[in-house]
């Protein structure tokens, strides 16, 4: 496995590469959800990157990039396991170079549930995943369900803009209490995470009202139905100071 950190190293390097390539975008602290999308990656594809890039532009000035959890040794050793021929970790001058000044902004999708409650949020996501793609150039492209929103704005961004690669979205992967793995759950203390099982409960009852019952003794952001594809319930919480974000697939088949 080769561990990249330019665009010309990356372009080197995959050029190297049998085709078709599978990319796997994500912001390290790797957990199952991440792996699952990188084993069907190698199963689908002769060769496989992932990228590892904490992204200052999909965080507001008071959201946590400079304390999102960060372990890069752990991750490369999970993604080598995982079958992965290239990861591409950039700093963030190799992709905000000085003067960085384009940027992609998707429309209707972005504007409610995380992109109301994160302005400039998926402007961030869908500018870094388009550079990304530019960048690696993959065949086919990971996303997990967990980020229904964002499965979908990518799928927008992609179909509008006629980039090369096909849009895979893979189901939420769980712990056994049926919390949804994110790096996020590194930040709660144990009696926090017993709380913060009240969102899957909520959300399992796939009905609104019910689950904003359930989750009245957290701090809601939102429980509101999202019109994407597949139709989905998604609620964001805080428990503590953590904010939690979770869906379940409200009609049809989990991708
Ligand atoms: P992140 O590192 O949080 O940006 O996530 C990278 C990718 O992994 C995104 O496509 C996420 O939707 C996906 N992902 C995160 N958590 C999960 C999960 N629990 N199950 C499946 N995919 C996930």
Not at 6 to 35: C, D, K, N, Q, S
Not at 60 to 89: C, H, I, K, N, W
Not at 156 to 175: C, K, N, Y
Not at 218 to 225: G, H
């Amino acid at each position: 496995m080769k561990v990249v950190s330019t665009i010309a190293e990356t372009r080197a390097a995959l050029r190297e590469l049998p085709r078709p390539h599978g990319l796997v975008p994500t912001m390290g602290y790797l957990h199952e959800g991440h792996l699952s999308l990188a084993r069907q990656a190698r199963r689908d594809n002769a060769s496989v990157s992932a990228s590892i890039f904490v992204n200052p532009a999909q965080f507001g000035p008071s959201e946590d990039f400079t304390t999102y959890p960060r372990d890069e040794q752990r991750d490369l050793a999970l993604l080598e396991e995982a079958g992965t021929d290239l990861v591409y970790m950039p700093p963030v001058e190799v992709v905000y170079p000085p003067g960085f000044d384009t940027y992609v902004t998707v429309g209707a999708l972005t504007e409610p549930l995380e992109g109301a409650a994160r302005p400039g949020h998926f402007r961030g996501v869908a500018t870094v995943v388009a550079k990304l793609f530019n960048v690696i150039q993959p065949d086919r492209a990971y996303f997990g369900q967990k980020d229904a929103q964002q499965a979908a704005v990518i799928r927008r961004m992609v179909r509008d803009l006629a980039v090369a690669v096909e849009i895979r979205v893979l189901p939420t992967v769980r712990d056994d209490d049926g919390l949804a793995l994110s790096s996020r759950n590194a930040y709660l203390s144990a009696a926090e995470r017993e709380r913060a099982l009240a969102l899957p409960r909520a959300l399992a009852t796939k009905d609104p009202t019910k689950a904003r019952e359930l989750l009245r003794d957290l701090e809601v952001e939102y429980v509101e139905v999202g019109e994407f594809e597949p139709k989905v319930l998604a609620a964001a919480v805080r428990v503590g100071g953590t904010r939690l974000i979770d869906n379940i697939v409200l009609e049809g088949e989990e991708t």
